[in-house]
C-alpha cells in the first residue's frame, strides 16, 4: 500500500468533467458540474460546491477514486483517527503507525466545537453515531441548529462537507459539545449569521473553537468581516482552500483565525508511515491582497513581506474516511485538515481566549528551535518553498503533541 502524493507524482491536469447531473437525487454526487484529476494513479473528483466562484461560499474537499457511497465499510487505505493521533504523537501506537494496526484514541475535549456548514443535514445525528461505533470513539454530545426560525434547505453536496466536519472533530476531541450551526447557501451574507451563532454558542458551553472548512475568494471588502471572527474564550479555524482550484480565499486569509493548510502521509508498502509532505494544492503559497501583515507574523516578514500570509498550520489533506446516509466516502482537502486541526487544539485545553493569542503562542515556537521542533513537524518536502521554519507551504508545521497548540 504505497500512497507517494508529492509534487512529481501528478500525473494528469485538472479539467472540466462532462459529468452532469438532471434532476435531484438523494447522493452527494448530485451536482450540476464538476472536475476530476488523475493523482498517482488516484481519481480526484471535485463536486460543484468545491468549485470556487465569487460571491458564493464553496466547500473545500473531494472524493478519492469514487463519488459512490461503499456499503462495506471504510476503504483499508483511508487514515483513521488512531493512526493519525499516531503520528502526530497524540497517542502511543505501534512502530509506523500502521492504519491497520493502530488502536489508541484520543481521548480529550473541553468546552465546545462548533462547525459551521451550509444547508440541513437530516442524518448528523445517525451517522456521527455510526462513524464513532466504527472507530470506537465514545457517543457524541452534538447540537444541530441554524440562525432564525426556518432550518434550511439540503444541499447534496454540503452533506459530505458536514460528515466530515463534525465526525473528525469529535474524532478528535471526543468529550467536546459538538454543533453543528447550518446555514443558507447565498452570497456573500454580510450579516455572518451563522457565525455569530456558533462564536456565541461556543461562549456560552464554557469556551472552545469554531471550524469553518469552506471559504469564498478573497474581496476588499473583506476587512469589514473581520470583526466576526473576534469572541472572548473562541478561537477561530478555517480551511486555507485547495489551490490548484483557486488560490486566496477568505475566511481563511483573515487575521483572526488560524488558517489550516494540507500535507500527506507517505507509507511504505506495509502500510507504515515514512514521511509527511507538503500536499500541493494543499492550499499553500498564499499573500492576501488585503490583509496586512498582523502582529504574530512580524518575525517572518522575510516570508510573508507587508501582507497577511496563510496558511498558518497544516495536517493531513488526504486522504480520510467519513460515513454518510449508510455509506462509507473516501475524501480528501483542507475541510478535513480543518476539523481536524481545530479538534486537536481543543483537545490540547491551553484555552486560549481568542485566535490572535492561539496564533501569538504557536508563531511564538519559531523563536526557540527546540522547543519548535518538538511541538511542530517542519514540512520540508514537497515544493522549493517549503523551508526550513516558517514557509508558504504548511505555515508552522503539523502538529507534533499536544504542546503548544
Known amino acids: 500500500m504505497k500512497r507517494v502524493f508529492g509534487i512529481s507524482m501528478i500525473v494528469g491536469v485538472m479539467t472540466i468533467g462532462v459529468a452532469f447531473f438532471l434532476g435531484v437525487t438523494s447522493s452527494p454526487a448530485a451536482a450540476q458540474a464538476r472536475m476530476e484529476s488523475v493523482f498517482n494513479g488516484h481519481r480526484i473528483i471535485y463536486p460543484q460546491s468545491s468549485i470556487p466562484q465569487p ?58 466545537i462548533a462547525i459551521v456548514d451550509a444547508g440541513d443535514y437530516p442524518t448528523a445525528a445517525a451517522d456521527l453515531a455510526a462513524f464513532s461505533s466504527q472507530y470506537g ?34 474524532a478528535m476531541a471526543p468529550q467536546a459539545k459538538i454543533f453543528l450551526v447550518e446555514s443558507k447557501q447565498v452570497n456573500t451574507d454580510p450579516t455572518w449569521a451563522a457565525v455569530r451563532l456558533a462564536a456565541n454558542l461556543v461562549k456560552a458551553a464554557g ?128 475541510s478535513w485538515a480543518s476539523p481536524t486541526f481545530a479538534g486537536i487544539v481543543n483537545a490540547a485545553a491551553n484555552k486560549q481566549t481568542s485566535s490572535k493569542n492561539e496564533l501569538t503562542m504557536m508563531y511564538g515556537e519559531l523563536a526557540d528551535p527546540t522547543k519548535y521542533q518538538a511541538d511542530f513537524n517542519d514540512i520540508t518536502q514537497g515544493d522549493a518553498r517549503c523551508i526550513v521554519g516558517f514557509d508558504q507551504c504548511t505555515g508552522i508545521g503539523s502538529p507534533r503533541t499536544y504542546v503548544g497548540k
Open 207 to 334: 469556551g472552545g473553537v469554531v471550524s469553518m472548512s469552506w471559504g469564498d475568494p478573497e474581496v476588499s471588502n473583506e476587512l469589514t468581516w473581520d470583526k466576526y471572527f473576534i469572541k472572548k474564550g473562541v478561537v477561530f479555524f478555517a480551511a486555507s482552500g485547495d489551490s490548484g482550484l483557486g488560490v486566496s480565499i477568505y475566511p481563511g486569509a483573515s487575521p483572526n483565525v488560524v488558517s489550516v493548510g494540507g500535507t500527506y502521509f507517505n507509507r511504505d508498502h506495509s502500510g507504515k508511515f515514512v514521511s509527511e509532505v507538503y500536499y500541493t494544492g494543499g492550499g499553500g503559497g498564499d499573500l492576501s491582497p488585503y490583509e496586512p501583515t498582523p502582529s504574530y507574523q512580524s518575525a517572518v516578514t522575510g516570508v510573508v513581506g507587508t501582507h497577511r500570509g496563510y496558511p498558518d498550520v497544516a495536517a493531513d489533506y488526504c486522504c480520510a474516511a467519513i460515513y454518510l446516509e449508510g455509506g462509507w466516502y473516501s475524501v480528501g482537502g483542507t
Open 55 to 112: 460571491g458564493r461560499h464553496h466547500t473545500n474537499y473531494f472524493f478519492v477514486d469514487s463519488d459512490k457511497p461503499n456499503s462495506n465499510g471504510p476503504s483499508a487505505a483511508d487514515e483513521t483517527p488512531a493512526s493519525l493521533a499516531c503520528v502526530y504523537q497524540l497517542v502511543t501506537g505501534p512502530a509506523g503507525c500502521p492504519i491497520s494496526g493502530t488502536t489508541n484514541l484520543p481521548t480529550g475535549g473541553w468546552g465546545a
Open 137 to 170: 470513539i465514545p457517543p457524541a454530545d452534538l447540537t444541530v441548529t441554524w440562525p432564525g426560525t426556518k432550518k434550511p434547505p439540503v444541499y447534496s453536496d454540503w452533506l459530505v462537507e458536514e460528515a466530515l466536519d463534525i465526525e473528525w472533530a469529535h
